[in-house]
């Protein structure tokens, strides 16, 4: 499904409920129950699951007729699975997620209820799924190809800072799909002829000494994975690269907007509208097993300027013109 086929099913569903409308005022209104899990806060959270809730107004299904349950771990993945649980318990008609260790934690706790994830890397190899064109379970959604990503942000990041040797990449063990950007990463710094070095952050707490070590290892730039926990704190870890004199490349755009220097990576608020998709098709009665897991087709470059001048970088010219926003 393009996004091209996405905006025409949103158009054609909205005049649909336009026309019924009149009708459905007459009749009792059936409550559909759909929880939702993210591994971080409701603030971090919240223009994308704003963005969620919008689609599936488009679609037909107002708040009226909406009853969701949410959850959030804020940034402590060991909670994912009570909280899974707790979802469970609560036998929804659907169960959205915003992650790939929430996914996960969803599919442990349940083989039955649809599950749609709006955001998750890798869904074969962490065996979320069977393939991507016929998942052959419970979970479908949308997968992101997170090792040619890696690679694309080392690439970026040695564009705007090429002095750069030694960098380092903030990853979260507690993530299922680190291991394999990781990995992407790597084999993108042997070929660059850049030293890699990972640097592991579980819980918010870390994160000051992830800096110490990047400090005493000699770090010269920075990579940050997209993680919901890294996004939640996406202002102090801008200010710390800052401080540290890090040049540092993000997955998503709000680290951008708190300050960062550079992202690249696909339009996640576009992948929450997208995922309301699938949740109507399932709550239509579709089966999670037939619909196809989505790759992303959006994907933006956003590069600060203000954040570049602070820490002394000229950003190319070339690579400002494959910016799709430049932040002055």
């Known amino acids: 499904m393009n996004n091209r086929r996405f905006t025409r099913r949103l158009v054609l569903a909205a005049a649909a409920a336009a026309m019924v409308s009149g009708a459905g005022l007459a009749q009792s209104v059936r409550i559909r129950r759909i929880a ?11 223009v994308n ?7 599936m107004r488009t679609l037909g299904h107002g708040e009226q007729e909406l009853a969701i349950e949410s959850r959030w771990a804020d940034g402590h993945n060991e909670r994912l699975s009570g909280l899974a649980a707790e979802l469970v318990g ?10 790939s260790a929430a996914a996960l934690a969803v599919k442990q706790a349940t083989s039955t209820i649809p599950i ?6 890798a869904p074969i190899a962490a065996g979320l799924a069977a393939s991507l064109a016929r998942p052959g379970g419970n979970l479908t959604g949308l997968s992101n190809v997170m090792e ?25 063990p507690g993530n299922p799909s680190h291991a394999h950007e990781l990995r992407g990463a790597q084999e993108a710094a042997r070929a660059l002829r850049t030293e890699l070095l990972s640097v592991e952050v579980r819980v918010p707490d870390e994160i000051d000494g992830a800096f110490v070590t990047m400090r005493s290892e000699r770090a010269e730039a920075l990579i940050v994975l997209p993680d919901p926990l890294f996004s939640q704190e996406a202002s102090r870890i801008a200010d710390l690269a800052a401080s540290y004199k890090l040049p540092a490349i993000y997955g998503f755009r709000s680290h951008v907007a708190a300050g960062g220097l550079m992202s690249y990576g696909p339009d996640i608020t576009d992948s929450f509208r997208r995922a309301a998709v699938f949740v109507d098709e399932i709550l239509k009665g579709a089966r999670p097993a037939d619909l196809p897991i989505e ?20 950003v190319p010219q070339a690579l400002l013109a494959r910016a799709d926003e430049v932040i002055e």
């Open 295 to 314: 790759q992303p087709t959006k994907f933006e470059l956003v590069i600060n300027l203000k954040a570049a001048a602070a820490l002394g970088l000229t």
């Open 90 to 99: 609560l036998a929804p008609e659907v169960i959205v997620t915003g992650s």
């Open 49 to 55: 699951w704003r963005a969620f809730r919008e689609a």
């Open 36 to 46: 939702t899990l993210s591994a971080g806060s409701l603030a971090a959270g919240a």
């Open 116 to 121: 749609v994830t709006a955001f998750t890397a």
């Open 148 to 172: 040619d990503l890696a690679a694309k942000d080392l690439e970026l990041l040695r564009s705007a800072a090429p002095r750069a040797r030694r960098m380092a990449i903030l990853i979260n």
